[in-house]
């Protein structure tokens, strides 16, 4: 069984700058692509950057082209989302996915492995 562990969420002020991780446990890192979701309240669960199993294609939601980043290191089974200038509108809970079948990065329903989340919020 995959366990995903998020870390790194926080409160912090519009124009700042917060690093996401994700620490994955009891499978194949490697072999999985992984996405980062956020949902806010009220709202739908919406990618926020994906990146394959070897790196070699990264999406990003088009709110967050320029100031995120999806990075991954699978000798530590670990996958960062690095924020900047980050804004009120990026206030929601984020979450790590990981997918086996290298489906759509964009539809949540291709992730078969969640973790729990982590808050952000920014405040103006």
């Known amino acids: 069984q995959v366990q995903l562990a998020e870390s790194g969420g926080g409160l912090v002020q519009a124009g700042d700058s917060l690093r996401l991780s994700c620490a994955a446990s009891?499978?194949?890192?490697?072999?999985?692509?992984m996405g980062w979701f956020r949902q806010a309240p009220g709202k739908e669960r919406e990618l926020v950057a994906a990146i394959t199993w070897t790196g070699g294609r990264i999406d990003y939601g088009d709110t967050v082209k320029g100031r995120f980043t999806i990075s991954r290191d699978n000798a530590k089974n670990t996958v960062h989302l690095q924020m900047h200038n980050l804004e009120p509108e990026d206030t929601a809970v984020y979450y790590c996915?990981?997918?086996?079948?290298?489906?759509?990065?964009?539809?949540?329903?291709?992730?078969?492995?969640w973790g729990q989340g982590t808050q952000v919020t920014v405040s103006s």
């Open positions: 009891g499978g194949s890192f490697s072999t999985y692509d």
């Open positions: 996915a990981a997918q086996i079948y290298s489906l759509s990065p964009y539809a949540s329903r291709n992730y078969k492995y």
